[in-house]
């Protein structure tokens, strides 16, 4: 038969989700999620189910290599390709024929025009404060923070209201809500040891005068400290009942970040999806459950099995899930690997392997959307940034694809649709 082909950024939005519960966003007409015979998909515009096979960090650019001006794979692909248009054109049509149907985060504006579906990373921490590298938390009870966040968003979505191409928005990445790789303290002690003006501070004293009653002796007791007032206390107790105030504490500056985000967001765009601030793995309960306020929780699992991360996420705060970040480095690749996240591989057939069974895992899933796969390009092997220097491309520095992962990728994600797809056909 002889029928005429729809354009493929077309069918792209048309095979990109599927369905879910109302909810107020997204609109008809943009990607929404929904819950159909108990199973979560991406809807596209058009009502096509999907789940979100996508990739991270799609620059002309690359990463630079710390402490120079030198951008390793951008010096390569510039020789290879005669304007950025011309390589965005190659690439995104690499993308397609992977079976990769969307654009994650940091990937370059460039490419938003080139109708493909994408994702935006707002940032709304940390451009009001907040630390990636070492963790320092925004302070969500400033009258910044809520102004920086109705900012950024009337800037970043209210021009992107009517975009139907657009995914969605992810607020932050990897904020530090307790204890983890970047420090040991946790949130309730990070509060206390703020400026005695500040309003965080504030509000943890508030807290706590609250919970004991006004009585710096009930405190003292409870903590095993030695407090001579609530504008002295020590942020380094370690007992039972410290910990389970900071529980306490941590839920409700996890509310407040939520809620400030997401009012911000929907305010200047009622259409599109708030995908959550991409958790670096599992975040404490109480966090979970002020996740509620995003129509998507996203999270980044580096591990082999995602799922009982998934599900535990799940069971606490009943929303479909995104992993927005996982990744396999292959020891063969000629990369150090000696700084990143992820499990380490022997070569690209066995990096192929963890991705077919990740992905596959991951859509036996009824709460999983999806999966963004980090990144574009492998690090420079000198370190980027922050020392990174691991093989997470799916394609080198050269701009050449790994064949034996990219074949087996795209095998895999064509099965990660089909075994989500029977979870609705058994009606689960």
């Known amino acids: 038969m002889n029928r005429k082909r729809l354009p493929w950024s077309v069918c792209l939005v048309c095979i990109f989700l599927f369905l879910t519960p109302a909810r107020l966003f997204g609109a008809q007409g943009y990607f929404r999620v929904e819950q159909r015979a108990g199973v979560w998909w991406f809807v596209s515009p058009s009502g096509q189910l999907l789940i979100s096979a996508g990739v991270d960090n799609v620059s002309y650019a690359g990463d630079l290599i710390h402490g120079t001006t030198v951008h390793p794979y951008f010096e390569h692909v510039q020789k290879l390709y005669p304007t950025e248009d011309a390589w965005a054109r190659a690439e995104i049509e690499r993308l397609r024929s992977w079976g990769l149907n969307n654009l994650g985060a940091w990937t370059s504006p460039f490419l938003w025009t080139y109708k493909t579906p994408y994702t935006v990373i707002l940032d709304i921490a940390a451009r009001s404060g907040a630390n990636w590298l070492n963790g320092t938390p925004v302070d969500v009870y400033s009258p910044q923070f809520e102004a920086m966040a109705r900012k950024i968003a009337e800037k970043e979505c209210a021009p992107r209201a009517q975009d139907p191409y657009l995914l969605g928005y992810f607020s932050d990445n990897e904020l530090r809500w307790g204890p983890d790789w970047r420090s040991e ?54 007992n039972n009942a410290f910990q389970a105030d900071n529980s306490e504490f941590l839920g409700m500056v996890a509310r407040r970040y939520f809620e400030v985000c ?167």
Not at 203 to 232: C, D, M, P
Not at 272 to 298: Q, T
Not at 376 to 397: A, H, M, T
């Open 262 to 428: 997401a009012d911000a967001i929907h305010a200047a765009d009622r259409n599109h999806l708030y995908l959550g601030a991409k958790f670096a793995g599992m975040p404490p309960d109480p966090v979970l459950r002020a996740s509620h306020a995003a129509d998507v929780v996203s999270v980044d699992v580096y591990n082999f099995d995602p799922r009982p991360i998934v599900e535990h996420i799940y069971s606490v705060t009943d929303r479909p899930i995104l992993v927005a970040e996982f990744a396999f480095r292959a020891e063969n690749s000629g990369l150090p690997n000696t700084r990143g996240a992820g499990p380490k591989v022997p070569d690209q057939e066995a990096r192929a392997r963890a991705y077919e069974n990740y992905v596959t895992e991951l859509g036996s899933l009824p709460a999983a959307v999806g999966y963004e796969w980090f990144e574009w390009c492998d690090e420079p092997k000198q370190g980027r940034f922050d020392g990174e220097n691991s093989n997470y491309g799916l394609v080198n520095i050269d701009d050449q694809p790994y064949s034996q992962f990219v074949t087996q990728v795209k095998a895999a994600n064509r099965e990660a649709i089909s075994v989500h797809r029977k979870l609705m056909n058994r009606g689960l």
């Open 185 to 238: 303290q946790n949130m309730l002690a990070i509060y206390l040891s703020m400026p005695s003006n500040a309003p965080g501070r504030q509000h943890a004293i508030a807290f706590l005068k609250r919970k004991y009653s006004g009585g710096i002796q009930q405190l003292n007791q409870a903590w095993g400290v030695h407090a001579t007032s609530f504008g002295e206390l020590p942020s380094d107790a370690r």
